[in-house]
């Protein structure tokens, strides 16, 4: 399409940047002051017009300060008549998408409506963590899948001996199923609860044919490691020869490497939808390619 351009919101310059080589469109310049308050002070560096743009702005920590950049950005392209397509590789409060305790506020359909009523005209994000959260948004939303590519990097890169994808809990049953079918090998799901009160996780045993193998724990997100901890603990007590440890979003909060390291965690990979030192995979392509069925 002739007329699309791609604004990189402040948290994914380097993400948006590959986006646009991918689609063949023109970067628009960007210019991002933080004020010691903590405020952002955002200019656009052209004019847009009544284009199509595609805004691309990962919402990682500092979460609040990064959802209010991609606001203002979209507010201001879309009162300058663009047609606002927002690419959100990573989701952040997409995980409270219900009212799991009575009078918990449902953040997922809040974050949806803002967007919405600064001009967003259509929704994009990365693996979001249960496609029911896109039942939030009323206008067009999608989640495209990074695992065909987490995948092929295990396959390529870390080459992992008679290997099995274990998924740490019933929710990421269907990216655990996709993963081990694109790699034709065998995989589980772990009974994981999460205490809804003190966030404390735990992981039922298992039992699990894994003696000697390399055990790739497949999930959305990465964020305290306290999940895959759990998880990786379990595997090498099962007898698991190596552990890997694949993601889509590594939030990777605090000690979280080292904590998941000390659990028998031989290699993290996460993908650049969040830029960091495990983000190895790059979700560019699954992102150009989803506008591209577009025209
Ligand atoms: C939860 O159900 C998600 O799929 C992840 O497993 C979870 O968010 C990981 O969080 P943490 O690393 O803090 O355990």
Redesign the pocket.
């Known amino acids: 399409m002739e007329n699309r351009l791609v604004v990189p919101g402040p948290a994914s310059t380097d993400l948006a940047e590959r986006v646009a080589e991918g689609l063949d469109a023109e970067l628009v310049g960007v210019e991002c002051r933080i004020f010691p308050d903590g405020e952002s002070k955002i200019t656009l560096k052209e004019k847009v017009g009544n284009k199509q743009v595609i805004l691309v702005q990962s919402t990682y920590p500092p979460v609040d300060q990064h959802l209010m950049q991609a606001f203002l950005l979209a507010h201001r392209l879309s009162e300058e008549g663009a047609e606002v397509h927002m690419v959100v590789p990573y989701l952040a409060y997409s ?1 409270q998408d219900k009212e799991f305790l009575g009078g918990e506020i449902v953040s997922m359909r809040v974050i949806a409506r803002l967007f919405r009523s600064v001009g967003v005209r259509r929704f994009v994000t990365v693996d979001i ?1 249960s496609v029911e959260g896109l039942s939030n948004f009323s206008i067009p939303a999608y989640s495209v899948s990074a695992v065909p590519l987490l995948a092929e990097y295990v396959r390529e890169v870390v080459k992992p001996v008679n290997p099995v994808a274990v998924s ?2 019933f ?2 049953s269907s990216r655990v199923e996709a993963f081990s079918k694109i790699l034709g090998i065998e995989h589980f799901i772990l009974e ?1 609860s ?1 205490d809804r009160v003190t ?1 404390e ?1 735990s992981i039922k045993n298992a039992e699990m044919n894994i003696e000697g193998r390399d055990a790739v724990i497949v ?11 759990r998880a990786a603990a379990q595997l090498k007590a099962s007898g698991a020869r190596r552990v890997i440890a694949a993601c889509t979003h590594p ?1 990777l ?1 605090g000690d ?1 490497v080292k904590k998941m390291s000390e659990a028998g965690v031989d290699e993290v990979i996460g993908t650049n939808t969040i830029p960091g030192s495990v983000s190895k995979v790059d979700v560019s392509q699954a992102i150009s390619e989803h506008f591209k069925t577009l025209g």
Request: hydrophobic share 30%.
């Open positions: 995980r963590h740490p809990d929710g990421g994981k999460r966030g996780v999930d959305d997100i990465i964020s305290t490691g306290g999940s895959v901890q939030v909060i979280a």
